[in-house]
């Protein structure tokens, strides 16, 4: 239960044997406003009560859209009103509350109903468009280093061609934090905290309620 799971499967988009985008999204897309990105999440509730082990899911209704740096202390704090006591780990994660078997089932469907009730941005699960990829791409060469300075190995970066075309066409794509190994949820705190994983304003501001 971290921010780790709330991923779809992402849509995956070909590249041309140069490595340049073909069909790259030009905007954001059907999620500009709080009401577009609440039809969009719906779309995922299937999977999340799947993911959660919710046969039959209750009722939702999105409260907001929240911020990576939020989903361990929103989901502490929503579980906390159906009477389970989770813990925020130091690198953003929840750990449920052990509970007897007769309470396996509330505790499932809580951690359903607080995660669709307080998603992250659905925005996270799709590609980014070719401008924010471009940047994103400028930012994780100038973090490389940074993460070598804590002691991390990291490959040679690609191209931003080249990433580019990595991006868009599969799942597996050079990013040094994913190179990274952090033995200990203190290290992956440092890491973090010492190199942010994507520049600011990489995504537009999450929409009003």
């Given at each position: 239960?971290?921010?780790?799971t709330?991923?779809?499967?992402?849509?995956?988009?070909?590249?041309?044997?140069?490595?340049?985008?073909?069909?790259?999204?030009?905007?954001?897309?059907?999620?500009?406003?709080?009401?577009?990105?609440?039809?969009?999440?719906?779309?995922?509730?299937?999977?999340?009560?799947?993911?959660?082990?919710?046969?039959?899911?209750p009722?939702v209704?999105?409260?907001?859209?929240?911020?990576?740096?939020?989903?361990?202390?929103?989901?502490?704090?929503?579980?906390?009103?159906?009477?389970?006591?989770?813990?925020?780990?130091?690198?953003?994660?929840?750990i449920?509350?052990?509970?007897?078997?007769?309470?396996?089932?509330?505790?499932?469907?809580?951690?359903?109903?607080?995660q669709?009730?307080?998603?992250?941005?659905?925005?996270?699960?799709?590609?980014?468009?070719?401008?924010p990829?471009?940047?994103?791409?400028?930012?994780?060469?100038?973090?490389?280093?940074?993460?070598?300075r804590?002691?991390?190995?990291?490959?040679?970066?690609?191209?931003?061609?080249?990433?580019?075309?990595?991006?868009?066409?599969?799942?597996?794509?050079?990013?040094?934090f994913?190179?990274?190994?952090?033995?200990?949820?203190?290290?992956?705190?440092?890491?973090?905290?010492?190199?942010?994983?994507?520049?600011?304003?990489?995504?537009?501001?999450?929409?009003?309620?």
């Amino acid at each position: 239960m971290d921010s780790s799971t709330q991923t779809a499967e992402p849509q995956v988009q070909q590249a041309d044997n140069q490595g340049t985008p073909e069909g790259v999204v030009p905007d954001w897309g059907d999620a500009e406003s709080f009401e577009e990105m609440v039809a969009l999440e719906q779309q995922r509730w299937p999977e999340l009560a799947a993911g959660n082990r919710v046969d039959d899911p209750p009722p939702v209704e999105i409260v907001r859209f929240i911020e990576e740096e939020e989903f361990a202390s929103v989901q502490v704090d929503c579980l906390a009103e159906f009477g389970f006591d989770a813990k925020a780990t130091r690198d953003g994660g929840v750990i449920p509350p052990r509970v007897p078997d007769d309470q396996i089932g509330a505790l499932n469907e809580a951690a359903y109903v607080c995660q669709a009730r307080y998603p992250l941005d659905p925005r996270r699960r799709q590609e980014l468009p070719l401008v924010p990829a471009q940047e994103y791409y400028e930012h994780l060469v100038e973090s490389a280093s940074c993460v070598e300075r804590l002691g991390y190995p990291i490959s040679v970066a690609p191209s931003q061609e080249a990433w580019l075309g990595q991006y868009y066409s599969s799942e597996d794509w050079w990013n040094p934090f994913s190179e990274a190994t952090p033995e200990s949820e203190a290290a992956v705190a440092e890491l973090y905290g010492a190199c942010p994983k994507e520049p600011e304003g990489l995504y537009p501001p999450l929409p009003a309620p």
